[in-house]
């Protein structure tokens, strides 16, 4: 518990003193079972203009809510807060909840175009602004980070999160929980194994062994509870038949038993209501009792705790003991939050100039150079003629991406805005939108191909609508939609140069592209700053450093494609027609995880493991000399990937385990050093339970997860 008290020490210090306890105690000795199920019951405001409605301010008169969500404003929260903290019975005072996904009114990169800086720094930099102006609107608890694992990009969802990687997704889930709740609760989401919605189809089945669930999907829920999450919220998928909201093995097991996690677990939406379609309840009662029994403590939005546990309660099928064990869960929480000193808690938000700023930085690490055949970019800012070409060019509201909170398009800094405040006067722009993002008219084509005839460069910024990812909007097919890809071929044939700048909330298949476009930046959703970010980096005042944290198929026949596969007992042979292959495309990705390019070129020499005998209680320790041998500065992000050759269970052929962000000046040169504990090369054996085995193992240390210099170490008992 102290580690946690250190760990929050800046801002929430999730430990209870014993003083508080003996006085939690004595409030729940004095609750009647209407109010103990109250503070179980989470609504979303039903009111006007994200105000609670009269009857939801009349249940937090009666003590029959424990928190709401969706009240904006610091006014408006406060009104019910008042209410529950001097006119009802215990004045217990309310959580106030939001979905601050990136950024509450600056708006942030999307978090999938986060995870691409592999800044864990700047990951928890903007969660602490995201909740601190969260804060300041009265908030106290974000539904966020979004920590799935997500390997198949027709998934909505996968905007939202960390990308493919359960190492790269622990480091970030931990950080943005440090830093939101420097001032609010995070809740970390979607327990778990969403992303593995089959066939990337959103609120699908999943069907996760529980060594891949162990390995890949727990990891950075376990990472953020270590953190000090305060909440996790539990999903809304079956796996092999078990709703996550519904699954004791998830949330008691593993939650509170191997973990020992002390928070509170709220459902999804109506995720507990949702029991019944899923066929594990005949009813609301049922329902009701198989969530709160496996460990889900507050009911979000169905009210079915409210309504219909009462009964089951009074009748003994419901005993008293688990609604106090879930009653102070919550008591605890708002305990720790400090509500019970002072409810309204009142925050002043940072300035938004500062936060612009770091929305710039933070978008200029995030975007990721995947093609620049004959250094098409950086671009001379002197450059005579310029297209400017696409829907998404001059286009405000779809940078904020799909989930933007309170960010206001009229904030948002257009891809064709930056590019005009990047150039001198004397350089004209013209801009074309050419076509829409996913109508099939062609009628802007040939003003689009009049103003590339007419510039010495075109950039087209074409993607996706910021709603087309993010929940409930999974795609069958990832390529441009409507006639995007139509209007870059009829702009390429030009035979003007062509600068792709992609606008997109997952991996897209970009064939035709990747094939015939000499420049294509990969820029997300980047939110307020994307335009000056872009412009920074299309010009050169910021040398990309992204790098990506999914891959990138060639083609949906490929999915679900991801870097740390296993290798199969017919592992791919170019003449081997009895090889894991396809008949008509590689077996490789169109672009890699840990992939990007840069302005400059790194190269990596002299691979040495210091130690290359350690026992299951050392740390690995790998030196490598990187240098810069291009002609600018530029950020490498180093990655060290493991494969364990031999062992009880068959293990990924790449496994990423260490990455250092290096900024070098042109030919300079560090010898770094990266360290990887021998327990984080454990795994889940036979018996399901973790281990790290002796024998011999390989590490690559590159620029992805594709290509590294290579050496050999052992683990020895
Ligand atoms: C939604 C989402 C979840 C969100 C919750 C509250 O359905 O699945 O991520 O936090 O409801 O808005």
Same mark, same amino acid.
């Given at each position: 518990m102290l580690h946690r008290c250190i760990t929050a020490f800046v801002g929430l210090c999730l430990c209870a003193g014993p003083v508080s306890a003996q006085k939690l105690d004595s409030l729940l000795a004095r609750m009647t079972l209407d109010e103990k199920l109250g503070q179980l019951n989470l609504l979303s405001a039903a009111g006007e203009n994200g105000r609670a409605s009269n009857d939801q301010i009349a249940l937090a008169r009666a003590g029959k809510l424990g928190g709401l969500f969706n009240v904006i404003g610091a006014e408006n929260t406060a009104q019910v807060q008042r209410v529950a903290?001097?006119?009802?019975?215990?004045?217990?005072?309310?959580?106030? @909840? $939001?979905?601050?996904?990136?950024?509450?009114?600056?708006?942030?990169p999307i978090p999938l175009g986060e995870a691409a800086s592999f800044d864990p720094e700047?990951?928890?930099?903007?969660?602490?602004?995201? @909740? $601190?102006?969260?804060?300041?609107?009265?908030?106290?608890?974000t539904y966020a980070p979004m920590v799935d694992i997500a390997r198949d990009p027709r998934w909505g969802r996968i905007a939202e999160g960390s990308g493919e990687d359960p190492y790269l997704g622990s480091l970030l889930a931990a950080a943005r929980v440090r830093g939101f709740q420097e001032n609010i609760f995070a809740t970390v989401k979607h327990f778990a194994g969403y992303g593995a919605a089959e066939a990337g189809r959103e609120y699908n089945e999943t069907e996760i062994s529980e060594r891949t669930m162990r390995e890949i999907y727990l990891p950075p829920f376990k990472a953020a509870v270590d953190a000090g999450v305060a909440s996790l919220m539990s999903a809304f998928n079956d796996n092999a038949g078990v709703p996550s909201s519904g699954n004791a093995w998830l949330t008691d097991t593993v939650l509170r038993r191997e973990w020992r996690f002390k928070g509170f677990v709220v459902s999804d939406w109506t995720s507990v209501a949702e029991l019944i379609p899923h066929g594990v309840a005949g009813g609301p009662s049922e329902a009701g009792r198989r969530a709160l029994t496996a460990g889900v403590d507050m009911d979000m939005q169905s009210s079915i705790y409210m309504d219909s546990l009462p009964a089951l309660v009074r009748s003994g099928r419901i005993p008293m003991a688990v609604v106090d064990s879930a009653v102070m869960r919550i008591l605890r929480a708002k305990q720790r939050l400090g509500l019970f000193k002072d409810p309204y808690r009142p925050r002043t938000a940072p300035a938004m100039d500062s936060t612009r700023a770091l929305a710039r930085r933070v978008a200029g690490e995030s975007i990721v150079l995947l093609k620049n055949d004959g250094s098409t970019l950086p671009l001379d800012k002197n450059t005579s003629a310029i297209a400017v070409i696409g829907p998404l060019a001059d286009n405000k509201p779809e940078p904020l991406g799909p989930w933007h909170t309170m960010g206001q398009p009229e904030d948002v800094v257009t891809v064709l805005a930056g590019i005009k405040a990047k150039v001198p006067a004397t350089t004209q722009v013209m801009y074309a939108q050419g076509s829409g993002v996913e109508d099939t008219s062609t009628a802007g084509f040939a003003e689009a191909v009049a103003a590339a005839k007419q510039a010495k460069v075109a950039i087209l910024v074409l993607g996706e609508r910021g709603e087309m990812s993010g929940e409930a909007a999974s795609r069958?097919?990832?390529?441009l939609p409507g006639v995007?890809?139509?209007?870059?071929?009829?702009?390429?044939?030009t035979g003007t140069p062509v600068v792709l700048v992609l606008m997109n909330g997952r991996p897209l298949t970009i064939e035709w592209a990747a094939e015939h476009v000499p420049a294509i930046v990969e820029t997300w959703f980047l939110g307020v700053e994307a335009g000056n970010a872009t412009a920074d980096v299309l010009f050169g005042d910021v040398n990309p450093s992204g790098r990506l944290p999914v891959t990138f198929p060639r083609s949906l026949g490929q999915i679900p494609i991801y870097y740390n596969h296993r290798n199969t007992g017919r592992p791919f042979g170019a003449n081997n027609k009895f090889s894991s292959k396809y008949l008509d495309i590689p077996n490789t990705p169109r672009y890699p995880f840990g992939y990007g390019l840069s302005y400059t070129t790194f190269g990596y020499r002299d691979v040495k493991v210091t130690n290359p005998r350690i026992r299951a209680t050392d740390t690995l320790v790998v030196s490598v000399t990187l240098t810069n041998t291009g002609s600018r500065e530029g950020t490498e992000v180093a990655q060290l990937y493991v494969r364990d050759e031999v062992a009880s269970v068959a293990r990924p052929v790449r496994e990423l385990k260490a990455f250092q962000r290096v900024t070098l000046k042109p030919n300079e040169s560090r010898t770094l050093t990266l360290r990887v504990a021998a327990q984080d090369l454990g795994?889940?054996?036979?018996?399901?339970?973790?281990?790290?085995?002796?024998?011999?193992?390989?590490?690559y240390v590159g620029p992805s997860s594709a290509e590294g210099q290579e050496a050999r170490f052992e683990v020895v008992r």
């Open positions: 903290v001097t006119e009802s019975r215990l004045k217990i005072p309310l959580l106030f @909840g $939001l979905d601050v996904i990136h950024g509450y009114r600056t708006t942030f700047a990951a928890q930099a903007t969660a602490r602004a995201a @909740g $601190l102006e969260a804060a300041a609107a009265g908030i106290s608890w069958s097919m990832i390529g995007q890809e139509q209007l870059l071929e009829a702009v390429a044939a795994f889940y054996g036979l018996n399901m339970k973790r281990v790290v085995e002796p024998g011999a193992f390989r590490v």
